[in-house]
């Protein structure tokens, strides 16, 4: 079954082919990172209009690349939610007038439950349960992961998510957006330690995250002064310690909790560089299985859509159960994970 993939949700617009039998054919992304770089952060009214430009040249591009004309395509699988309403309104809609015109099966993906399951697209998939550490620009949780759509919250941020801490520690450090690895640029030259940082709810006992305070701590040390470029590296690479020290120790906690051995980590903050080292030294000290998305897949992309909406298709067939076919359809910017039904 081919299944082609669209991802709109925010300032990417992704595009892939999925096989069931062969994997992933090809995949395409755009990225809006130089058209919103000048305001700062993401206008979603331009995003969205990016998206219209984008969507429908990558999807022939894939097509061409994967060799495989529109009408062998057996199903579209488009994020529906969570994001910005405009930007996901387009490839929606894009999604559905494919799906209707075609006559082939049309569903709506949540965008982190693809985000949850793209480690499994790779070579040396891990396998059911798993704790997962979800760390993207919107969202910081630990789950139980037993199964698609099996999904048991452990812990969430109750305010930032890391993504954020990344991206507003860079603002306020006059870096680029996004942040994320603007800072991990910087902190390349920089050592943490320097300056101290808070490590936000490391003690807490519990299996939550609280991210604001850091952006708050980090503006306090910036208006004190940083005089030199080497400061600036110093307080990136603290900024950025002190989020990696709570994301590893938290997973870790998730990992004893739940008496689980295979960690994965999956969204946009999986592709930081310290975060990987540090898992992966408590991988080989604590026999640990930690599994990360491909590079190319840690942010948004269509790949983690088609991939997610042929799991959820091929389980409503093995089911017994209808798929669902083009129609009127809604999406849904504000939509909790915990809300998915398993499949
Ligand atoms: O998953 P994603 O692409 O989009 C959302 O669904 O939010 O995640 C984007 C987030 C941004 O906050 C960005 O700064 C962060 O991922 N990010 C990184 C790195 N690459 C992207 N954070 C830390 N280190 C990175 N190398
Ligand atoms: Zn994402």
Redesign the pocket.
Known sequence: MLTLGIET????TGVALYDDARGLLAQALHSQVAMHERYGGVVPELASRDHIRRLLPLTRQVLAEAGVALDAVDAIAYTEGP?LAGALLVGAAVAQSLGFALGVPTLGVH??EG?LLSPLLSADAPDFPFVALL?????TQLLRVDGVGRYALLGESVDD????A??KS?KLLGLG????????RLAESGTPGRFELPRPKLHSGDLDFSFSGLKTAVATRIARGLPTEQSRADLAAEA?AA?VDVLVAKSLAAVRATGLRTLVI??????????RERLADASARDGLRVCFPEPAL????GAMIAFAGALRLRALREAGLAVPHAGGFDVRPRWPLEQLAPA
Do not use: K, M, W
């Open positions: 949700s925010c300032d990417e994001g965008h982190l985000h760390v993207s620009g919107g969202h998510a890391a993504g954020e990344f991206d860079a957006y996004p942040g994320g690895p603007a800072i991990a950025q989020i999956a969204g946009g903050v999986s592709a930081n560089r310290r975060l840690c942010t948004d992309n």
